[in-house]
């Protein structure tokens, strides 16, 4: 499959209407709800998964931007696997510094941002947020100013955009850097969303125990006293019983 559209035919040929209703419903795509409007063919991770395997290598790159628009949330997914697929056959030791390697990892950050709106669900950003952005945020690039790129993520008014700010940091820290998390964790501290909630504390939780516990507590005796129960629930997670009792003591001001 070397075009858009036979990777579209080829994926709604896999159709599962039952599987469908269960993920219309996990995904909360009831009216009202975060994911309303969008539309499933029924496909587990893993096949989707085996779709972009198969044809990421050879797939033209100007093909990709059809797939996002795709009305189908799996084939929207496999494009943007695509993307981490291309991305990360950019990122050996031997290519990181590589002109040509540096100019396809911006070619591919580029088309990620451009169609950022259409990864409309967590899981679309969680699963390619970290592996595009927040690896290239660790790389050589031609892109003048990488904290912008993530600030008008983070200060859109696109939901979606902007847990692709915050989780993308789960491989800045990975790498040992935490200074994304702390600050994209600080801008989104007092969001109103629930899964913007979880998505903070989550990274703040991965920052702790990838790179400094130390730093972790830092952040939460400055802020745990005005952050939602959600967020510090989920940072305190690899503490030891008795010390998260303690922060969960302290009182919301």
């Known amino acids: 499959m070397t075009t858009a559209k036979e990777i579209i035919s080829y994926m ?24 309303h409007g969008d539309e499933f063919l029924g496909l587990k991770v893993p096949q989707t998964r085996e779709v972009a395997k198969l044809t990421a290598k050879d797939f033209p790159i100007d093909e990709v931007p059809e797939l996002l628009l795709s009305r189908w949330h799996e084939v929207r997914l496999c494009g943007l696997l695509i993307l981490v697929d291309k991305f990360k056959r950019l990122t050996t030791k031997k290519l990181e510094s590589v002109d040509e390697a ?47 790129v993530l600030d008008e993520l983070a200060q859109s008014d696109n939901l979606w955009r902007q847990r692709m700010s915050i989780v993308c940091t789960w491989m800045t820290s990975k790498m040992g850097d935490p200074s994304w998390c702390l600050r994209y964790a600080e801008m989104h501290l007092h969001h109103p969303h629930d899964l913007m909630h979880k998505a903070v504390g989550w990274m703040l939780r991965e920052m702790g125990k990838r790179v400094s516990m130390d730093l972790l507590r830092d952040f939460l005796r400055q802020h745990a006293h005005d952050m939602p129960r959600t967020t510090l629930r989920y940072a305190i997670e690899k503490m030891s019983e008795e010390e998260r009792k303690q922060w969960m003591l302290i009182k919301v001001s």
């Open 12 to 35: 709604e040929s896999l159709r599962n209407d039952e599987q469908r209703e269960v993920l219309m419903r996990f995904f909360k795509t009831a009216e009202g709800e975060y994911g």
């Open 102 to 148: 540096i100019r396809g990892r911006d070619a591919i950050l580029t088309i990620y941002i451009k169609y950022a709106n259409q990864a409309n669900n967590w899981d679309l950003v969680d699963l390619s947020a970290p592996y595009i952005l927040g690896h290239w945020l660790m790389l050589p690039t031609h892109i003048n100013d990488k904290q912008q």
